[in-house]
């Protein structure tokens, strides 16, 4: 079984700013980590991923995330926010010997000018 | 590449009718998912094909869901008997082939069951 949590329904952060949101997982094996983006009335949009390797992995738009295997984290970071990164983020896992993604019930991060 | 399209994009139908949605994925994707979304949560999947076969369906498509992707390209998800309850955004995706790839989106079917 995989499971993915964002403890946190909202982030609101100052421009300019750096900005974390969290993600934790659970799985059997071992784990793929996705970060996505929605924006209102689009679909998601891939970020960032992680397979193995570095824990530090860099993604889309500046975004980079850190991979914590003995906190089960994948949390999502940006060392200054943008007003445009203000959307709805997904974190997702996926056991290495799975082909579904279980997705967590999204962060809306508000950036304020 | 012109990435995942989906159509309709939107779909008002009345209780106890038929719907059908299309998904066409990226040209070279093999593998394509189906996952549906209600406001608040995050996508949840529903089934998946590699190249014509599905592989795994969810406990969440009941009997009246059915999914199929005859020659390994599109896709199409038919809810037989719509009830309000599947009031949602159904979202396809397709990646390159099973592991790490990573799952493009297409712009979701959003239904309204009334």
């Known amino acids: 079984a995989q499971s993915v949590a964002q403890p946190e329904d909202q982030v609101n952060v100052a421009e300019g700013n750096p900005l974390t949101v969290k993600c934790t997982y659970s799985v059997s094996g071992n784990p793929y980590l996705f970060w996505y983006v929605q924006y209102p009335n689009r679909g998601l949009q891939f970020l960032l991923k992680?397979?193995?390797?570095?824990?530090l992995v860099k993604g889309s738009y500046g975004f980079e995330a850190e991979f914590n295997k003995s906190q089960t984290s994948f949390h999502l970071k940006k060392p200054s926010a943008l007003v445009s990164d203000s959307a709805l983020y997904f974190c997702a896992v996926r056991d290495t010997n799975a082909g579904k993604s279980t997705f967590g019930d999204g962060t809306t991060l508000t950036v304020k000018p | 590449d012109t990435g995942v399209s989906q159509d309709p994009r939107h779909k008002i139908t009345k209780r106890g009718q038929n719907v059908t949605f299309r998904c066409d994925p990226i040209?070279?994707?093999?593998?394509l998912y189906w996952y549906r979304q209600t406001l608040g949560q995050g996508p949840e999947f529903l089934t998946y094909?590699?190249?014509?076969?599905?592989?795994?369906k969810s406990r969440l498509l009941s009997d009246r869901f059915s999914a199929e992707r005859p020659k390994g390209s599109f896709s199409t998800l038919e809810i037989q008997r719509t009830e309000q309850g599947d009031s949602a955004m159904y979202l396809c995706?397709?990646?390159?082939?099973?592991?790490?790839?990573?799952?493009?989106f297409g712009p979701g079917t959003r239904l309204t069951v009334l």
């Open positions: 995706a397709s990646s390159l082939e099973l592991g790490a790839d990573t799952q493009y």
């Open positions: 094909f590699q190249n014509e076969a599905q592989l795994e």
């Open positions: 040209s070279e994707h093999n593998r």
């Open positions: 992680y397979i193995t390797g570095d824990n």
